[in-house]
């Protein structure tokens, strides 16, 4: 009977491969210990250089999109006084939707965390349409955009004379 119980083992291989020949088919799936330690590093590692930046994707974005609008603004503007043609921007405050026409057409982008723009002509403007020239000489007046994401603020602000494009953040 011991003879028996002795043939009726599985046999294990000293060099990890498993014959698999008059013996179940799934005797040699698993992982070793040694995979299984490898495997978690390699997640452990992923997640430690991951997570981090979890917490700055909010922030992230509000800087992605005041980039945007600061682009937006200079490539209008510059785009006006190189050309000698005049150029739109509209603000849609109710929709948080930039409108501009340039010279490579219509274009529209939504900003989520656009909450009002300025001028000196017609104060803080954060309901509503706001429509901005850029003619010839470039914008007439200093024009501000300000977003908000959470406790972050932030300030695009363009210089009328100088046609310089300046992002302030301002913490709460």
């Known amino acids: 009977m011991a003879g028996k ?3 009726g083992r599985m046999q294990t291989s000293r060099t990890g491969i498993c014959n698999r020949k008059n013996y179940f088919p799934c005797a040699c ?18 997640t430690a250089v991951v ?17 945007e ?6 490539y209008l503007n510059d785009s006006a006084m190189s050309r000698k043609e005049t150029f739109l921007a ?16 219509e274009k529209k982008r939504k900003f989520d965390d656009m ?7 017609r104060g803080t403007v954060s309901r509503g349409e706001l429509i901005l020239f850029f003619d010839p000489f470039g914008v007439r007046e200093d024009l501000s955009v300000d977003m908000r994401r959470g406790e972050t603020n932030m300030t695009i602000t363009l210089h009328h004379l100088s046609g310089r494009v300046k992002i302030v953040q301002a913490e709460k």
Do not use: C, H, Q
Not at 69 to 74: D, E, F, N, P
Not at 91 to 105: A, H, M, R
């Open 69 to 74: 609008i600061a682009s937006i603004l200079r």
């Open 51 to 67: 997570l981090p930046s979890f917490g700055l994707i909010g922030e992230n974005r509000l800087k992605s999109e005041a980039r």
């Open 5 to 7: 119980a002795g043939k």
């Open 29 to 46: 799936k698993g992982v070793t210990l040694l995979e299984l330690i490898i495997a978690l590093f390699l997640v452990s590692l992923v």
């Open 115 to 121: 909450t009002g723009v300025m001028t000196p002509s």
């Open 90 to 105: 509209k603000f849609d405050l109710d929709e948080n939707t930039v409108y501009w026409n340039g010279p490579d057409g």
